[in-house]
């Protein structure tokens, strides 16, 4: 159920960030019986990476015996609704390592916010790399063309394996409502975008329209990820072309498995894209599959049509998700007591001032509605 570890601290891992901490003496009661080696003396130290739930690593022992769980839970501060959702995070990850081995398996989950003030759950440590913005030196640091190449069709074959998981056998036919997902994709970050914006921007009414506009006819269903990408898997650490875990269920539902491919072509840029920030992946390195070559991978490992017009559209609300939950993040962490990532600067109460790699008028935007009509 869970992995022994060594007595030194995971490279991945950092002391608890002040803000970020939580009453461990409570997690240790309430952990104490519910999963084997819960009665033991508990540590915590927290994974550095990622931009918005929080994940922490829970060692109950020490030494070679000791063993170890993740647990995650929601930003500090508001969040909206049906965003950073514990619950259904849960929900997926009980069942869906039973077609999908590459996702771990979840086992509590805690709904009272007294223990830690917000919803949480806990599910088993898996051991890999997660390969963010700059191809670690394990994988050649970016020099090596296979390496890069292998990097980029894994999260492509993985993804498509995905989409092949029937959700009924394992329990989750019912994790999402299919019909008027493609539409609830525009009108809910829409919404999102309006209640977060400071500013008049024009263009993005017109962004909303061309996406209602052209919405294409969607195929069967298929379980989603919803926020696909190379940073949000974990590949083996002798093998960049082997993933051993895929992460970040919190928006697992049902419907067109092409706004996963959207997802990831949203960033993966190729070398004329201007970088979309926090999450651009390493597409520019030698070997790495463009955007084209990323795309067409797809269609021929899952044998779903690609045609020109509906690739187009399925990348058009990532990008409109990702201007949408920037302002969004913006917002909160504007906010006293919120989540204070690295990447995610705190800005003073009444500041009108944005992190880095976010603004009012996105490059995406501009791109996206030059195509338009």
Not at 209 to 224: G, H, I, K, N
Not at 301 to 311: E, F, K, M, N, Q
Not at 355 to 369: A, E, K, L, T
């Amino acid at each position: 159920m869970a992995d022994p570890i060594a007595a030194t601290p995971p490279p991945e891992t950092i002391d608890v960030r002040s803000d970020e901490r939580f009453d461990e003496a409570k997690v240790a009661a309430y952990m104490r019986d519910r999963v084997p080696g819960g009665d033991r003396a508990m540590s915590v130290l927290q994974f550095g990476g990622g931009h918005a739930n929080l994940t922490y690593l829970l060692r109950f022992g020490d030494g070679p015996d000791a063993l170890e769980y993740v647990l995650r839970r929601p930003p500090l501060g508001p969040v909206a609704p049906g965003s950073h959702d514990m619950k259904r995070e849960y929900r997926a990850l009980s069942k869906l390592w039973q077609g999908f081995p590459k996702a771990p398996r979840a086992y509590v989950l805690c709904e009272d916010d007294a223990v830690i003030g917000a919803p949480f759950f806990v599910m088993e440590r898996r051991r890999g790399v997660v390969v963010r913005g700059v191809i670690p030196e394990a994988f050649g640091g970016g020099g090596d063309p296979d390496a890069n190449r292998a990097l980029s069709r894994v999260v492509i074959d993985v993804l498509a394996e995905f989409h092949d998981v029937d959700p009924e056998p394992i329990g989750l036919g019912a994790i999402g409502r299919p019909e008027g997902f493609l539409e609830r994709q525009v009108t809910g970050w829409a919404g999102r975008y309006e209640r977060a914006r400071t500013a008049d921007v024009p263009i993005a009414e017109e962004v909303r329209r061309w996406l209602v506009d052209q919405r294409p006819a969607s195929p069967p269903r298929t379980l989603l990820h919803n926020d696909w990408r190379l940073d949000n898997m974990a590949v083996a650490e002798e093998d960049p072309g082997r993933c051993v875990a895929v992460y970040d269920w919190d928006m697992c539902t049902l419907g067109d498995p092409l706004c996963d491919l959207g997802t990831v072509l949203g960033v993966w840029n190729d070398p004329e894209d201007h970088a979309q920030g926090a999450t651009a992946m390493p597409t520019h390195a030698p070997g790495f599959m463009s955007r084209k070559q990323a795309a067409a991978r797809y269609g021929e490992v899952s044998g779903r049509d690609l045609s020109r017009s509906t690739t187009t559209w399925c990348s058009g609300p990532s990008r409109w998700r990702s201007c949408s939950s920037r302002s969004t993040s913006v917002m909160r962490r504007a906010r006293p007591g919120t989540s204070a990532s690295p990447a995610w600067p705190k800005v003073p109460s009444g500041s009108s001032s944005s992190p880095p790699n976010v603004g009012p008028d996105p490059p995406w935007v501009g791109r996206r509605s030059s195509r338009a009509g």
